[in-house]
């Protein structure tokens, strides 16, 4: 992961429910995160053949798992390069 951004959005107007007039502010919070990958790292080849089979599967299939279980795969994938990543940059430092 390369970076994180908390944004914090508010929204506020008036309202009138009846005779009342009311403030109403809306908010919304959320984390961004920037994940880079190094240009060469360990299965390369493999890994892009894992992507662009997910990429050029149709996800709208009937009565089939077969997405779910290459999206599964795709997951463990980035998840282990990202660890064995992670680890050797460790090592480095």
Not at 18 to 26: A, E, M
């Amino acid at each position: 992961m390369q970076s994180t951004q908390t944004v914090d959005t508010k929204e506020s107007h008036m309202e009138t429910r009846g005779d009342k007039l009311y403030s109403v502010t809306n908010t919304q919070k959320y984390v961004k995160l920037h994940f880079t990958r190094p240009m060469n790292f360990p299965n390369k080849e493999k890994f892009e053949q894992l992507q662009n089979e997910y990429f050029g599967y149709n996800f709208a299939e009937k009565n089939g798992y077969k997405g779910a279980v290459y999206l599964v795969l795709f997951g463990l994938l980035f998840w282990i390069i990202t660890a064995c990543s992670s680890s050797a940059l460790q090592v480095i430092h």
